[in-house]
């Protein structure tokens, strides 16, 4: 059993930055690409970013690229997600994502272990 757990969601002005952290349990996710995605009402869960096992190499959708950066501590067990420049419609909840493999992929069914979910709502 492998857990995820995120922390670090909250409400924010439009322009400003939140730090999403993911602590997980369980099972070394050290040989494991990581992700976070993303789920606004009545929308589908989409891709945010990923990084590879060893955290050599980085994904970002194009919403957020130059303005989310995703890292990851393996030593910690843990990953995180450094919003800047936020925007409304970055608004949702953010999930952690464990892979079944190494390589950082944009692809929903790729990940297999899935944390609760964190709400980020950017708003003035």
């Known amino acids: 059993q492998v857990q995820a757990v995120e922390s670090g969601g909250g409400l924010v002005q439009p322009g400003g930055s939140l730090r999403l952290s993911c602590a997980t349990s369980?099972?070394?996710?050290?040989?494991?690409?990581m992700a976070w995605f993303r789920q606004a009402p009545a929308k589908e869960r989409e891709f945010v970013a990923a990084i590879r096992w060893n955290g050599g190499r980085t994904l970002y959708a194009d919403s957020v690229e130059d303005r989310f950066i995703i890292s990851r501590d393996n030593a910690k067990n843990t990953i995180w997600l450094q919003m800047n420049s936020l925007k409304p419609e970055d608004t949702g909840v953010y999930y952690c994502?464990?892979?079944?493999?190494?390589?950082?992929?944009?692809?929903?069914?790729?990940?297999?272990?899935w944390g609760q979910g964190t709400q980020v709502t950017v708003s003035s």
């Open positions: 369980g099972r070394t996710l050290s040989d494991a690409a």
């Open positions: 994502a464990a892979a079944r493999y190494g390589r950082q992929v944009d692809v929903k069914s790729e990940y297999n272990y």
